[in-house]
């Protein structure tokens, strides 16, 4: 069978797999019966989607002394916490250690990956009875659908509904004259079990679903923290994406799932059809699990669960955005209060040179005759010479004598001057961090004052800058006034 997919399946995607996939390294571990058989029990058998540390680590701690008293006590020598915090770290990738919201205990889950991986296993055990009818009937059905779903001609349409009429009316006189056709125990147990199957998979799907959303999470909150533009830009690409995933096809199947199963009719529908199945006799004999009575309300908690995820989703953005405005708004009242503060100082005695300063009006021209006309490159020629060995007896001690400005180790040093002023002088900041490469690096600062938004420059006004040039010499330079705003 083709590969589903564009996923690549060469030996170089499997030999990545084989070292960085979280359920590949589980079936690697030589502890993966303990990790296999009490991840299984503790979460997936009882559809648990979170667990407190204070439980998983009692219930592996039971686990761990059950082992010891039959493998012997040097089996599994550590500690249960121990181990959970190996299985959630980011190198074995099996638990997801997190934090909910108002509480300080950690709480764990499975990730996607480690359920596909025990789902693997357990697919490993012998099965007395594997049914392909129900699977034949299924894909026959999905096909039907496709093509009837897809079908655009009205006639053909009201063609195939007039043949199941007549199908069903055929049906219905049958069971009237007494022939009743009634699925074999074969039959029953066929279909019974592909739908466990089926059950428990929609089961997984949902932890795959919820870390979408937490990836999407986790992007949303890198996103905010790092933005330095408007809000608006920031509140605009992150709902765009938010709304990328709600109209994908992942997305649309899942609200279509949720609202299937929301409602109430379809609720009661499915509990009285568990119900008469369960009571079957062949399904009877087969001993099913108890819990396939109640498998739609386990639906309904894992959808529940998925539909917290973007709520709290929500609620964080909300948090991120409230906390930007917040601090946006205390810095437009420290701005104001300055400027209340200059206009008190001022109001007895006010400037009398008060001037403001604007460009003069002008139109910029582009002609399209002052365009420069193509000129085609030249040609380089190249000559065929034997190259000969030179002597060179040049100074090379000019090339490890350059001076390299660190900008980034500036760039830190006017952000710690900013945390405790408002605004600082480049001569004021000079002063606190003194020059170490001398004019270059002067340079430099003059340079990032030009390209900052938040800085000013004073061309009337002269500051004088010293620094040592080593050997007992003191030099200087007379620049404008540079002003550095928090």
Known sequence: MANQGSTTFDYTALNALRKNHPAWRLLRADSAPLVASFLNRVFIEPNVREMAQTDLQEALEDELFALRESLGAESYPRSALEYL??????????????????????????????????????????????????RLLTLFDLLQQIVEGSESDPKKRIAELRKKRRDIDAEIKRIQGGDIPMLDETALKDRFQQFVMMASELLSDFRE??????????????????????????????????????????????????DFLMSSSRQEELTDLLDTVMNLQPVVESRPDSRLRRVHYDWLSAGEHTQRMVAQLSGQLRRFLDDQAWLENRRIMEILRQIKGNACEVLEQPPLDLAMQIDEIGLDFSLPMERPLYQPPLQTAIELVTLEKGVEDADTEALFSQVVVDKARLKQSLAQALQEHSQISLAALLQQ??????????????????????????????????????????KQAKLPHVLFVR
């Open 209 to 258: 679903v919820e870390q979408n959303f937490r990836m999407l999470d986790r992007r949303v909150r890198e996103r905010i923290a790092l933005w330095e533009g408007g809000k608006g830009e920031l509140l605009q690409d992150i709902l765009s994406e938010c709304d990328e995933i709600t109209d994908s096809d992942q997305g649309k199947s899942f609200r279509a799932f949720w």
């Open 85 to 134: 915090n190996d299985w959630a770290d980011n190198e074995q990738g099996w638990l997801r250690k997190f934090y909910p919201q108002s509480s300080d205990e950690p709480h764990y889950d499975l990730t996607p990956a480690t359920e596909k991986g025990i789902r693997w296993l357990l697919g490993l055990t012998e099965r007395h009875f594997i049914g392909t009818e129900s």
């Open 433 to 474: 961090f003194p020059l170490q490469h001398g004019l270059a690096e002067l340079v430099v600062w003059l340079q990032m004052a030009s390209e900052q938004s938040r800085s000013m420059i004073d061309e009337e006004k002269i500051d004088v800058v010293q620094w040592d040039a080593g050997s007992g010499l003191v």
